[in-house]
């Protein structure tokens, strides 16, 4: 018998496990009490990594698409019918023609981290689309125009604060998200049982509201008014501290006279939330030592998404706790990919790029992937022909997904890399099977950058690879090699992995990848320190709380509060929801974690469905601007009225090889949200608060 210790890469809780196992044979997913983040969290997601290891309807073998279907071939043929048609399509047109799509498990994937910039490099191609444009995207554009830089992005000081307000945001389910942050329930009990309060504002009452102090409903897609009262309140109530940033701070003046006009009797007719309590919330806050507001998913994807996280900032700033213990802080990750960046102060942009077609911000160099059918479909210079997809499941997880997948009709290629048959592989010319997470190694170089607390762990795959399958990696090195007509030079990620330490922070402490190895319950490296003011890149070392892009999407914010909503025809708004027990649209094929009663419902209140004469377990109707879909009601007080909730990630259907999700009868969201509902600040996809019709289904 055996004990492997390792991260668990499914989301970004980065939560220790520790696996006993005697050979192939699995005898337990455990936490791991010793690892220095989660001390001995986990989730009920981390026991299926053995699912994805053993699943039969895995990918084990290169597939091609033939008149017969898909037929196995051999890694040979797949990587030489992959470069040849790649070749043969930007010599006819262009590079730009070639387009990829990145899925979030990237991002957990550090082979696919290291190994996958190269290869967009030898495509030559500026049609990139990645999941970061569907939700999150507003957090870099407000890091990058107040910070310097976008991937400065800082995290709440869960361990010190003594208030938090969350907005939009479901930590108890989804253990932290632009914040990895494990053992959320002790987390916040630990705030409560010093005598801290948490409060959430969300249009449901979530699992995370449940454990709250104090939970706020909130009209969809109103929060940005909100946080302008809030911050009017704090400089009307003279309750402004700058603390160490003082010197530090621009656009102060210029926050007062914007925040005038957003006083909270204009707050509540907006959003529901009663004057007096917006203030005494504000006021709260103000008196807190160590308060901090942390907002997510529900803010950064809706149409105000971009000023959300902004005015987020600028709260924690003006309220004293930014870069303070308690508050909002920044980690100091052993590998900090800032430090990979163009050198502080030099311009990021000389001015945002634009989408070909709809002339949407290209942050990131990512375009948005609300565009991605568009891009397809509209013809001209730059058209896109051809689709390289890898870990991504854009027919299920990108606003409109039936419109992509129709569009895919008129690509001359499509290539994925994948461990599944998906709604989106299934459209493929040629699948590289790849490896899942029990078989890679693994050194998270995204969410430590996100940790609420200073950590650095590596851990060695458990299990070789099942199958004729090859890691992500592997298959981008080679396609890179083929595509620069060079030899594939079979670097490993420990490679890259052990020079990036040695140039890190920590290098002169001994930090390395033997002294990882020694470690296999990862290396504290302690709570979050005060270090913005050395980590700033912004050319004149200040944090702006201004930007002219704010200022001009705030004409934009007064057009909208001006103009009476045009989609009363679809009388109900629409917000997603995070289930504990899946992530995102790969993970319903693992029979732990699908068993038991059906979570994709749509949430109901109940003065709603007696109007239209539902109960729990009837099928209802949704409707929106672009399609349909009948699923299975949840009446319930958790929502709030005028307001329905679906589950994200959910919709493979039985044309896919995932039997258990077939099974469930489960329905994408986002055949309902709408490809043409963006933040166009931002360039994010507006999932949140899409109009929909109801009704009930006839017997
Ligand atoms: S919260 Fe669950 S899925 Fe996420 S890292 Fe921890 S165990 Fe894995």
């Given at each position: 018998?055996?004990?492997?210790?390792?991260?668990?890469?499914?989301?970004?809780?980065?939560?220790?496990?520790?696996?006993?196992?005697?050979?192939?044979?699995?005898?337990?997913?455990?936490?791991?009490?010793?690892?220095?983040?989660?001390?001995?969290?986990?989730?009920?997601?981390?026991?299926?990594?053995?699912?994805?290891?053993?699943?039969?309807?895995?990918?084990?073998?290169?597939?091609k698409?033939?008149?017969?279907?898909?037929?196995?071939?051999?890694?040979?043929?797949?990587?030489?019918?992959?470069?040849?048609?790649?070749?043969?399509?930007?010599?006819?047109?262009?590079?730009?023609?070639?387009?990829?799509?990145?899925?979030?498990?990237?991002?957990?994937?550090?082979?696919?981290?290291?190994?996958?910039?190269?290869?967009?490099?030898?495509?030559?191609?500026?049609?990139?689309?990645?999941?970061?444009?569907?939700?999150?995207?507003?957090?870099?554009?407000?890091?990058?125009?107040?910070?310097?830089?976008?991937?400065?992005?800082?995290?709440?000081?869960?361990?010190?604060?003594?208030?938090?307000?969350?907005?939009?945001?479901?930590?108890?389910?989804?253990?932290?998200?632009?914040?990895?942050?494990?053992?959320?329930?002790?987390?916040?009990?630990?705030?409560?049982?010093?005598?801290?309060?948490?409060?959430?504002?969300?249009?449901?009452?979530?699992?995370?509201?449940?454990?709250?102090?104090?939970?706020?409903?909130?009209?969809?897609?109103?929060?940005?008014?909100?946080?302008?009262?809030?911050?009017?309140?704090?400089?009307?109530?003279?309750?402004?501290?700058?603390?160490?940033?003082?010197?530090?701070?621009?656009?102060?003046?210029?926050?007062?006279?914007?925040?005038?006009?957003?006083?909270?009797?204009?707050?509540?007719?907006?959003?529901?939330?009663?004057?007096?309590?917006?203030?005494?919330?504000?006021?709260?806050?103000?008196?807190?030592?160590?308060?901090?507001?942390?907002?997510?998913?529900?803010?950064?994807?809706?149409?105000?998404?971009?000023?959300?996280i902004?005015?987020?900032?600028?709260?924690?700033?003006?309220?004293?706790?930014?870069?303070?213990?308690?508050?909002?802080?920044?980690?100091?990750?052993?590998?900090?990919?800032?430090?990979?960046?163009?050198?502080?102060?030099?311009?990021?942009?000389?001015?945002?790029?634009?989408s070909?077609?709809r002339?949407?911000?290209?942050?990131?160099?990512?375009?948005?992937?609300?565009?991605?059918?568009?891009?397809?479909?509209?013809?001209?210079?730059?058209?896109?022909?051809a689709?390289?997809?890898v870990?991504?499941?854009?027919?299920?997880?990108?606003?409109?997904?039936?419109?992509?997948?129709?569009?895919?009709?008129?690509?001359?290629?499509?290539?994925?890399?994948?461990?599944?048959?998906?709604?989106?592989?299934?459209?493929?010319?040629?699948?590289?099977?790849?490896?899942?997470?029990?078989?890679?190694?693994?050194?998270?170089?995204?969410?430590?950058?996100?940790?609420?607390?200073?950590?650095?762990?590596?851990?060695?795959a458990?299990?070789?690879?099942?199958?004729?399958?090859?890691?992500?990696?592997?298959?981008?090195?080679?396609?890179?090699?083929?595509?620069?007509?060079?030899?594939?030079?079979?670097?490993?990620?420990?490679?890259?992995?052990?020079?990036?330490?040695?140039?890190?922070?920590?290098?002169?402490?001994?930090?390395?990848?033997e002294?990882?190895?020694?470690?296999?319950?990862?290396?504290?490296?302690g709570?979050?320190?005060?270090?913005?003011?050395?980590?700033?890149?912004?050319?004149?070392?200040?944090?702006?709380?201004?930007?002219?892009?704010?200022?001009?999407?705030?004409?934009?914010?007064d057009?909208?509060l001006?103009?009476?909503?045009?989609?009363?025809?679809?009388?109900?708004?629409?917000?997603?929801?995070?289930?504990?027990?899946?992530?995102?649209?790969?993970?319903?094929?693992?029979?732990?974690?699908?068993?038991?009663?059906?979570?994709?419902?749509?949430?109901?209140?109940?003065?709603?469905?007696?109007?239209?004469?539902?109960?729990?377990?009837?099928?209802?109707?949704?409707?929106?601007?672009?399609?349909?879909?009948?699923?299975?009601?949840?009446?319930t007080?958790?929502?709030?009225?005028?307001?329905?909730?679906?589950?994200?990630?959910?919709?493979?259907?039985?044309?896919?090889?995932?039997?258990?999700?077939?099974?469930?009868n489960?329905?994408?969201?986002?055949?309902?949200?709408?490809?043409?509902?963006?933040?166009?600040?931002?360039g994010?996809?507006?999932?949140?608060?899409?109009?929909?019709?109801?009704?009930?289904?006839?017997?």
């Amino acid at each position: 018998m055996q004990t492997h210790y390792r991260t668990c890469n499914i989301c970004e809780a980065l939560c220790g496990i520790e696996i006993t196992h005697e050979g192939e044979n699995i005898l337990s997913i455990k936490g791991d009490p010793k690892d220095p983040l989660s001390r001995g969290h986990i989730c009920p997601k981390a026991v299926a990594l053995q699912d994805f290891y053993f699943d039969e309807d895995r990918l084990r073998s290169p597939l091609k698409k033939t008149a017969n279907g898909f037929e196995e071939i051999s890694w040979e043929e797949a990587f030489d019918f992959t470069v040849n048609k790649i070749q043969e399509i930007q010599n006819k047109h262009g590079d730009n023609a070639v387009a990829t799509f990145l899925g979030n498990p990237n991002a957990h994937n550090m082979g696919n981290l290291l190994f996958v910039r190269p290869f967009i490099k030898a495509l030559r191609t500026k049609s990139r689309f990645s999941a970061s444009t569907v939700d999150q995207m507003p957090h870099h554009v407000a890091s990058l125009h107040m910070l310097g830089h976008s991937i400065l992005n800082p995290v709440p000081d869960l361990d010190r604060t003594n208030y938090l307000l969350i907005m939009g945001g479901n930590p108890l389910v989804s253990n932290g998200s632009m914040m990895s942050a494990p053992d959320i329930p002790k987390r916040f009990r630990a705030i409560q049982e010093r005598g801290g309060k948490i409060v959430v504002i969300d249009p449901r009452r979530t699992e995370t509201a449940r454990k709250a102090d104090e939970h706020l409903f909130i009209k969809p897609e109103t929060d940005v008014v909100l946080l302008l009262a809030m911050i009017h309140t704090i400089i009307k109530e003279d309750k402004i501290r700058l603390n160490h940033l003082a010197d530090n701070v621009t656009g102060l003046e210029e926050i007062k006279t914007l925040a005038e006009k957003y006083t909270p009797e204009l707050a509540e007719k907006i959003t529901g939330i009663k004057a007096e309590k917006i203030k005494s919330l504000t006021l709260e806050m103000a008196a807190a030592d160590k308060a901090v507001l942390y907002s997510r998913m529900g803010l950064s994807t809706q149409t105000f998404g971009g000023l959300c996280i902004w005015l987020t900032n600028v709260f924690n700033i003006l309220n004293g706790n930014y870069d303070r213990e308690g508050g909002m802080m920044f980690p100091s990750p052993a590998i900090d990919p800032i430090s990979f960046s163009p050198k502080k102060g030099k311009p990021k942009y000389k001015s945002i790029p634009l989408s070909r077609v709809r002339k949407l911000p290209k942050y990131l160099g990512e375009t948005p992937s609300a565009s991605l059918a568009e891009e397809i479909e509209t013809e001209g210079e730059g058209q896109i022909k051809a689709l390289v997809c890898v870990a991504g499941n854009p027919v299920l997880s990108v606003p409109n997904g039936r419109r992509l997948e129709k569009a895919f009709e008129k690509l001359d290629f499509i290539v994925c890399s994948d461990i599944y048959l998906t709604e989106t592989s299934k459209h493929a010319d040629i699948i590289f099977p790849a490896t899942s997470g029990l078989e890679i190694s693994q050194y998270d170089i995204t969410f430590l950058n996100l940790a609420i607390r200073n950590i650095a762990k590596y851990s060695p795959a458990l299990f070789p690879k099942k199958g004729n399958v090859k890691h992500d990696w592997e298959i981008l090195a080679e396609l890179t090699a083929r595509l620069k007509g060079e030899k594939n030079q079979g670097h490993s990620p420990e490679m890259f992995l052990n020079m990036a330490l040695q140039m890190g922070k920590y290098a002169k402490d001994g930090l390395t990848l033997e002294k990882l190895k020694e470690h296999p319950h990862g290396i504290d490296l302690g709570p979050l320190t005060s270090c913005l003011k050395e980590r700033l890149q912004t050319d004149d070392d200040t944090v702006r709380l201004i930007h002219p892009v704010f200022l001009e999407d705030l004409k934009r914010l007064d057009e909208s509060l001006n103009t009476t909503a045009s989609e009363n025809d679809f009388s109900y708004q629409m917000i997603g929801r995070r289930v504990l027990r899946q992530h995102n649209t790969w993970t319903h094929n693992a029979h732990r974690l699908s068993k038991g009663r059906n979570e994709c419902t749509v949430l109901i209140n109940p003065t709603d469905a007696d109007r239209l004469g539902v109960t729990s377990g009837e099928y209802i109707l949704l409707k929106s601007r672009v399609g349909q879909i009948k699923v299975e009601a949840e009446v319930t007080d958790e929502i709030m009225e005028g307001v329905l909730s679906l589950p994200q990630g959910f919709g493979a259907s039985k044309k896919s090889k995932m039997k258990i999700a077939a099974a469930q009868n489960s329905v994408s969201i986002n055949d309902l949200t709408d490809d043409l509902r963006v933040d166009s600040l931002t360039g994010n996809a507006a999932l949140n608060g899409v109009y929909v019709s109801v009704s009930k289904m006839a017997d």
